[in-house]
């Protein structure tokens, strides 16, 4: 028994050092977009062309952020090699959960990043058609990544390929439902989590201003 549950933890153990290795990598691309949303629609500059190239290469990086959703084909392959209910529930799914939902939030801090600049400059009525034609862009970037095996930076190595296959597959039957059917859990989840998102600054700022407040009260009467 000791000797079967040595060899399930090293088991466990040899999966997640595989699996950190992509984890850690679409983790980084994922927090690219994050950070250039940061720099580009956070930080007040002008829309020079410097601020359109890294405009571009937001776009270009921002599908690796909810991609990390299908990385639960992994997760699939893991339960077959370690096979023990335990270890799936209390190890293997929480890790992939987290990993996943930290890309997906990237995704949804960026695009609330957008919205926040288009606010800025009057555009208001622009932010719901701005997140659904983001949402479609990502579909169709998370098919070409997740079965095209594209990646961001073929925008400059291939950029042929991209306009040539890259169109050309997504024009068929299968590839448009499956599109479509990421492009609807795309825009639920998102519109799920732009909530709770929003909702949890919203509270934190408001516990930040009571404190104050309380503060002040309690050494008013003190006096």
């Known amino acids: 028994m000791k000797a079967e549950l040595i060899e399930l933890m090293a088991r466990v153990v040899q999966v997640l050092q595989i699996n950190m290795r992509w984890m850690t990598w679409n983790l980084f691309l994922a ?28 776009y270009a990086f921002l599908p690796n952020a909810p991609y990390l959703l299908t990385d639960i ?10 096979q023990s209910v335990w270890m799936i ?26 919205g926040y600049y288009l606010h800025r400059i009057g555009k208001s009525q622009w932010i719901i058609w701005m997140e ?32 040539t296959r890259g169109v050309e597959e997504i024009l068929g039957k299968q590839p448009l ?16 989590m732009k909530r709770a998102t929003l909702g949890f600054v919203s509270q934190k700022s408001k516990s930040i201003v009571i404190q104050p407040t309380n503060m002040n009260t309690n050494s008013h009467n003190a006096g």
């Open 31 to 58: 927090f690219i977009p994050l950070a250039l949303s940061v720099w580009l629609f956070r930080i007040k500059r002008g829309r020079s062309w410097v601020w359109w190239l890294g405009f571009l290469v937001f």
């Open 89 to 114: 529930t209390l190890v293997l799914i929480p890790v992939y959960f987290l990993v996943i939902m930290a890309g997906f939030e990237a995704y949804v801090i960026s695009l609330i990043n957008v």
């Open 73 to 82: 084909i992994h997760l699939i392959d893991d339960i077959r090699t370690i």
């Open 132 to 163: 659904m034609i983001t949402h479609a862009l990502c579909a169709v970037g998370i098919y070409w990544g997740r079965f095209l095996r594209f990646n961001s930076w073929d925008f400059v190595t291939q950029p042929d390929a991209l306009l």
């Open 177 to 192: 439902v499956i599109i479509a059917i990421t492009f609807a859990i795309l825009v639920g989840l998102h519109w799920l």
